[in-house]
């Protein structure tokens, strides 16, 4: 049995940790809306560690009765991972709209899962719920897993591009604890453990203490523990990495960067990555990510190839010799390879849709 002391102390690390994480997060960025998702999913979480406070193996000193609230909390720990999956959205995936299939199969298993919760919580003790009800407890917990899956291929996507250090130091701290941990525990309480870890003494302690592990953590790395950050310590070994600058290397301010960028239309290669284009401006890459960033102002490189993009694309569509010209011809030829993300990202920077600024132009023009 795990030492009772040990496990309670490592119970209210946790939960202070993920609250004062929700806070910080809350009190840095209050409009933000990964922020507020965030500090719902910490909340849950705290649901989820004390409910696990409430086991009868838990010494009857550290035991707590939450039996009033079990529904409420049922509903909270079953909607972490649909939170994990949506607040890795907001925060690595900007400019883009959530897909309606995920947020709709989102609400169901939430209402879902409500529903078999309140069924159990009614139920007599002992009874064994119907085959059929089984049967979409197991799918709904598939689903939650799918859910964690999306969000580490959310935070995965666009790595390369991503401008800010910081941020491309969080991908992997998502991917490879804050995921792995979610993963694992809803795996673990799912399917490996017979009743959850409630029912489990030894393996519940082992998910507090890697919860309270991982929290701590969080929080030091964000209250930059001992004056140094995570992010500024790694960026700092990844730059001494980074080859001699040699005197030939360019330097740009805004003017001469547009001048060759935007001017010499580098930005119309298909499939230009920021690598390639450090190659091209012979700078190296690091440097040229901090120049966008810094300078120019975009946070993803390929938020600043759509902005040159649809721009260019907006004079051709305006111009009356291009009237007869399809969309799709005036897309490839600033640099898209199909006519999707072009829609999507033109709709998305002019508010409407190429065809409907086409005919706005001409008819003002």
């Known amino acids: 049995m795990p030492n009772p002391l040990l496990l309670f102390t490592a119970q209210i690390v946790a939960i202070l940790s993920v609250l004062l994480l929700a806070a910080g997060y809350i009190k840095t960025d209050p409009k933000a809306s990964s922020a507020r998702v965030f500090a719902v999913m910490a909340v849950f979480v705290v649901f989820y560690l004390l409910n696990g406070m409430t086991a009868l193996h838990i010494d009857p000193n550290f035991r707590i009765d939450l039996s009033f609230w079990q529904l409420p909390i049922s509903i909270g720990t079953n909607s972490v991972s649909g939170l994990f999956m949506l607040y890795c959205f907001l925060i690595f995936q900007e400019q883009a709209k959530f897909p309606f299939a995920l947020a709709?199969?989102?609400?169901?298993?939430?209402?879902?899962?409500?529903?078999?919760?309140?069924?159990?919580?009614?139920?007599?003790?002992?009874?064994?719920?119907?085959?059929?009800?089984?049967?979409?407890?197991?799918?709904?917990?598939?689903?939650?897993?799918?859910?964690?899956?999306?969000?580490?291929?959310?935070?995965?996507?666009?790595?390369?591009?991503?401008?800010?250090?910081?941020?491309?130091?969080?991908?992997?701290?998502?991917?490879?604890?804050?995921?792995?941990?979610i993963f694992a525990v809803v795996f673990v309480e799912n399917f490996l453990l017979v009743g959850g870890s409630s029912s489990n003494a030894t393996e519940q302690a082992v998910i507090v203490y890697a919860i309270a592990l991982l929290t701590l953590g969080m929080l030091l790395v964000a209250l930059r523990f001992d004056f140094v950050s995570l992010s500024y310590v790694i960026r700092r070994v990844a730059e001494m990495t980074e080859e001699p600058v040699a005197d030939s290397v360019a330097t740009f301010d805004v003017n001469s960067f547009n001048k060759a960028f935007k001017d010499g239309q580098l930005y119309r290669e298909a499939g230009l990555t920021i690598s390639m284009l450090a190659k091209k401006l012979n700078m190296p890459e690091y440097r040229l990510r901090a120049f966008i960033h810094k300078q120019l102002g975009f946070r993803n490189?390929?938020?600043?190839?759509?902005?040159?993009?649809?721009?260019?694309?907006?004079?051709?569509?305006?111009?009356?010799?291009?009237?007869?010209?399809?969309?799709?011809?005036?897309?490839?030829?600033?640099?898209?390879?199909?006519?999707?993300?072009?829609?999507?990202?033109?709709?998305?920077?002019?508010?409407?849709?190429?065809?409907?600024?086409?005919?706005?132009?001409?008819?003002?023009?």
């Open 301 to 365: 490189f390929n938020a600043m190839l759509h902005q040159y993009r649809i721009e260019d694309a907006s004079t051709a569509l305006s111009d009356k010799a291009n009237l007869n010209l399809p969309v799709l011809t005036i897309a490839l030829s600033v640099g898209y390879q199909s006519i999707t993300p072009f829609n999507n990202a033109f709709r998305e920077i002019k508010g409407v849709t190429p065809s409907e600024y086409r005919k706005r132009s001409q008819a003002g023009g």
């Open 104 to 181: 709709a199969a989102f609400a169901m298993q939430v209402f879902l899962d409500s529903m078999l919760s309140f069924l159990t919580l009614s139920s007599q003790p002992g009874d064994a719920p119907s085959d059929s009800l089984a049967l979409l407890g197991s799918a709904l917990d598939v689903l939650q897993l799918v859910f964690v899956g999306f969000a580490i291929y959310w935070t995965l996507k666009g790595w390369r591009a991503d401008l800010v250090d910081d941020r491309r130091v969080l991908r992997w701290f998502i991917i490879s604890v804050q995921g792995t941990l």
